[in-house]
């Protein structure tokens, strides 16, 4: 990126995750000019056109739910979300839903009802009704020296007693994940848990709903999170690198839940617009040409390296996790869960800036360093952001110690 005085910027937050095929890919960019050229808007609640099918056909290709699977699109992750939301309760005749801390799934009403964090929704309320929380399965804060298969173990039997004490399983109509917290802080749900979540759900009758609108198309090393764990969600919601850029977002799901949806109750206007679908075709054709998949596992393994050098350096850095490219530094006072350091997150996205290095945080503590760099970035400029990001660590680590 270049700013208004010509400085250059490497891009290592992709605007949001929404740049996995980077900044103004070409097959994307005359993709959209060619159906600019054709058709703007038709609203697909008013005539059927090529590129919202033929994304739906290429969606429903690469990610199946089972035997039969059916999409809807829309524009953002959060409206993805809220429809996602209206078919489980349609599918089921129940009204419950069940998230997670830390989650984040947009700033609609349902969505930012299902949202965790409480900074983006002072003054917003009230929120949703029949809206329950449970513990994510956060290994780094919470396994206090349990081994992961304890681990999991124990946070399964925890999500069971909700429906002791919280709301019992049958009231539910779907529990809500993101297979890796996004917002929440890049922590990977264990794929035991996934896989225990995934039989519980079917146990009870509740649908599971993946949430993979930062996770999805190639960001993890896969085209989903969901699929490493070996499991399957009855709903999933898509957006962000979907669309190479352009705002459009999609619900997946098997299709005799999809089938559940009433006539007029999910779409909208522009959703499925057909130059952001054009846009989203040619985003995905890039991604299989360049094989984005194999491309961010490569990133992450890199990423992952010099992180984990870079703890062994630093008294700040409490952990190094992720999945595929999507990869996080947690930084802690002394290396505690209990004393995030929030100021030294902040110190360093300032020199990393300085250094033309543009990087972003997360979680709701602000202490967790995020790397959403677009996949197509090759070595030389990933070797350079990465070297940028460990000398303001150290330098925020030597201030520290400096201070002690």
């Known amino acids: 990126m270049i700013d208004v005085d010509g400085r250059k910027l490497l891009d290592f937050a992709g605007g949001i995750g929404v740049l996995n095929v980077g900044h103004c890919d070409e097959r994307v960019v005359a993709a959209i000019r060619a159906q600019a050229d054709r058709l703007l808007h038709a609203c697909i609640h008013v005539a059927t056109y090529e590129s919202y099918v033929g994304l739906c056909e290429k969606l429903v290709q690469l990610l199946p739910h089972g035997k039969a699977t059916k999409a809807a699109l829309f524009n953002t992750g959060a409206e993805a979300v809220e429809n996602a939301v209206k078919i489980a309760r349609q599918a089921t005749g129940r009204s419950g839903i069940l998230c997670y801390t830390d989650a984040f799934h947009g700033r609609t009403m349902m969505s930012m009802t299902l949202t965790s964090k409480t900074s983006y929704k002072l003054g917003c309320g009230p929120f949703a009704p029949e809206v329950y929380r449970v513990p994510y399965p956060n290994a780094f804060r919470e396994s206090r020296g349990l081994p992961l298969e304890a681990f999991v173990e124990r946070e399964l039997a925890r999500l069971e007693e909700a429906f002791v004490d919280r709301v019992p399983a049958e009231h539910l109509a779907a529990v809500i994940i993101e297979p890796v917290l996004g917002e929440g802080g890049f922590v990977p749900a264990p794929a035991a848990y996934l896989r225990g979540l995934r039989e519980l759900c079917t146990r009870h009758g509740i649908l599971l709903i993946c949430d993979e609108v930062q996770t999805g198309f190639c960001r993890t090393g896969a085209w989903s999170a969901y699929e490493q764990a070996g499991i399957v969600p009855d709903l999933s919601t898509w957006a962000k690198s979907m669309g ?125 360093l995020r790397i959403l760099c677009p996949l197509v970035i090759d070595d030389a400029d990933l070797e350079h952001g990465l070297a940028v990001i460990e000398r303001a660590v150290l330098a925020a680590s030597d201030k520290k110690i400096a201070h002690a």
């Open 244 to 368: 190479g850029g352009l705002p459009i977002s999609a619900v997946l799901g098997k299709a005799e839940i999809m089938d559940k949806a009433r006539p007029g109750t999910i779409g909208g206007t522009y959703g499925g617009n057909p130059v952001a679908c054009a846009a989203a075709l040619a985003a995905i054709e890039t991604m299989e040409q360049l094989d984005l998949n194999g491309r961010s596992r490569h990133i992450g393994e890199v990423v992952r390296a010099r992180f984990e050098n870079l703890r062994q350096r630093s008294g700040l850095v409490a952990d190094v996790r992720g999945l595929g490219a999507m990869v996080a530094l947690e930084l802690c006072h002394d290396a505690d869960p209990a004393r995030p350091a929030r100021d030294a997150v902040e110190a360093v996205i300032s020199s990393c800036r300085a250094d033309g290095v543009l990087v972003l945080p997360a979680s709701s503590r602000g202490n967790v």
